[in-house]
């Protein structure tokens, strides 16, 4: 029996539940049916290689033990050009995010390489008419609202849906 081929590893910073459901259920009514595989999430890494499994994990379960919940601001509506987002503040989860990438330094997609516009898509890869109209519908329902990130998160990329790799929950004192 083979083992399945490696895949790029994604890492994400998961929303807490409440938030989660909500806009995983704007992205179920706004994202491409043929093309959506996924719940809402917040990529922080899109391919890591498949080689740096065990040093992401043990880098990620340090990070997620250390850390208590880390703050962040849902701000409004994101526009993607084709597609429509949520867009998001966290100065803790950017210093996470840099401190992830200076450990994987040399390991980085050039994508991987540019600080992230923290942001949950909910549309993506429609006519860009569809998407500003998308935008203004929901920019006067998005509120403002700060919230936690609940926990770091790895997964393989396997083209269509993601694999489930493991979760850390944020569980230490420092704040991020």
Do not use: C
């Amino acid at each position: 029996m083979s083992e399945a081929p490696l895949a790029p590893l994604i890492v994400t910073a998961e929303l807490p539940p409440d938030l989660h459901r909500w806009a995983t259920r704007l992205r179920t009514a706004h994202f491409p049916a043929e093309r959506n595989f996924l719940e809402a999430h917040v990529t922080l890494f899109h391919a890591l290689p498949p080689g740096s499994e065990a040093e992401v994990r043990d880098r990620l379960a340090a990070l997620a033990g250390e850390l208590a919940p880390v703050e962040a601001r849902l701000e409004g509506v994101m526009p993607l050009g084709t597609g429509t987002a949520l867009r998001l503040s966290s100065p803790g989860m950017i210093a996470l995010r840099e401190e992830l990438a200076e450990h994987f330094h040399g390991l980085l997609t050039p994508q991987d390489m540019h600080a992230p516009r923290l942001h949950v898509t909910v549309q993506n890869k429609v006519a860009a008419a569809e998407a500003r109209a998308l935008q203004r519908e929901l920019g006067p329902s998005v509120e403002p609202r700060g919230f936690r990130f609940a926990s770091l998160a790895l997964h393989r990329y396997r083209g269509g849906p993601w694999e489930p790799v493991k979760r850390w929950a944020f569980r230490g004192k420092k704040r991020g």
